[in-house]
C-alpha cells in the first residue's frame, strides 16, 4: 500500500495516520480487510476519508464512540453499513441534541453547535444499520474485533481488540500528555481509570489509539503513565485550592486548559466538571473538607 498516511500493521490491519498527527478535531482510522471491509472511526478529514475509500473500498464504518472527532466526516461513507455502540444515544442525530449530551444543557449544547459543532463540520448520524455492545465480536475472517466497553471517557466509549492480529485498538485511552479527559456530564475519573485496567489486561501485541502511533510490543508502561496522569490532575486541584476556593474559583483559574480552549463558555463546562471529578475524590480521600461550597485542604 504506497500512501505516505497508511501503514500495514498486518496483512490486513492497516492504521490511517489522520491529519494534524490526529490532533482535534481528527483521529486516526483503522482499516480492517476481511470478508468485508471495516474502517473505524471518521475523523480523517474528508479528503482522506475518500482516499482511503478509494484504496480500500469500504463496506462498513465502525463508530468507537459519538465525540466529535470520531464521527466528524462520516458522511462521506453515509451509504455504507454503520456500526455503532449500543449505549449512543439518539442525539448524535441532531447537532443541538449532540451538544447539549456534551455540555449538560439545551442553551450550551446550542451554544456549542454554533461554534464547534457547525464551524468544524460535525456530521449528526443516521440510523444505524447494527448496534454493537459489550463483548460482542466482528468476525470478517481474517479478523475477529471483539467490541470492549470501556466508559468514563464517555459512556459509549469503545476500545477493541482483534484476536488474529492481536491488534488493540484504544481509542481515547490515547497516552497524550494532557491526560485522560472526561469533561462531558457522562464523564467519570473512576470509571475510566477501572475502563484503563480492564484494557490493558487484555492480550495484544500492539496498541493503536486514536491520537497517537501505533506502539509494538508491550505498551503497559504507556498504560501506566495514562493512569498516573489521574493522580497528577488530582494533585494539581489540590494545589490550586491554596486556603480555600469554590469550584466557581477554580474554573476561573483554568487548570486543565489554562485558558487556551477556543471557547471559554464550553471549556467553563469542561473544566468545571473535570474539576468536580477531582473533588469528590479529594473529600473521598480525606485531602480536603468543605465548608459551605468551599473547598479547603486539609492540614
Request: negative net charge; proline residues 5%.
Amino acid at each position: 500500500m504506497n500512501h505516505p498516511q497508511i501503514t500495514a500493521l498486518s496483512d490486513h490491519v492497516y492504521f490511517v495516520e489522520a491529519p494534524t498527527s490526529g490532533r482535534f478535531p481528527f483521529c486516526h482510522g483503522f482499516v480492517f480487510k476481511g470478508s468485508e471491509t471495516i474502517l473505524i472511526d471518521a475523523g480523517l478529514g474528508e479528503d482522506l476519508m475518500r482516499e482511503v475509500d478509494e484504496l480500500f473500498h469500504i463496506d462498513t464504518l465502525l463508530i468507537s464512540h459519538s465525540h466529535p472527532d470520531h464521527i466528524r466526516s462520516w458522511h462521506i461513507l453515509s451509504d455504507r453499513k454503520l456500526l455503532i455502540p449500543k449505549e449512543t444515544t439518539d442525539a448524535v442525530m441532531d447537532l443541538e441534541a449532540l451538544g447539549a449530551q456534551y455540555t449538560g444543557s439545551k442553551e450550551t449544547g446550542r451554544h456549542w453547535a454554533k461554534v464547534i459543532g457547525k464551524p468544524f463540520g460535525i456530521s449528526p448520524l443516521r440510523q444505524a444499520d447494527m448496534r454493537y455492545g459489550d463483548g460482542d465480536i466482528i468476525d470478517i475472517k481474517t479478523a475477529r474485533i471483539q467490541a470492549i466497553h470501556a466508559p468514563g471517557h464517555h459512556n459509549d466509549h469503545y476500545c477493541f481488540l482483534d484476536h488474529v492480529s492481536g491488534t488493540l485498538i484504544t481509542t481515547d485511552i490515547d497516552f497524550s500528555s494532557f491526560g485522560p479527559w472526561y469533561g462531558n456530564p457522562e464523564g467519570g475519573a473512576k470509571a475510566f481509570m477501572n475502563s484503563i485496567r480492564k484494557v490493558m489486561a487484555l492480550p495484544y501485541t500492539r496498541a493503536c489509539s486514536s491520537h497517537r502511533p501505533p506502539v509494538e510490543g508491550d505498551a503497559s508502561t504507556l498504560f501506566t503513565a495514562f493512569l498516573q496522569a489521574f493522580d497528577r490532575q488530582k494533585m494539581e486541584i489540590l494545589a490550586c485550592l491554596g486556603t480555600g476556593k469554590t469550584l466557581k474559583d477554580i474554573i476561573t483559574l483554568s487548570p486543565f486548559y489554562n485558558n487556551k480552549f477556543i471557547d471559554i463558555k464550553i471549556q467553563n463546562v469542561f473544566e468545571g466538571h473535570m474539576a468536580a471529578e477531582n473533588l469528590a475524590i479529594l473529600l473521598e480521600e480525606g485531602l480536603v473538607y468543605e465548608d459551605e461550597g468551599v473547598f479547603v485542604p486539609r492540614q
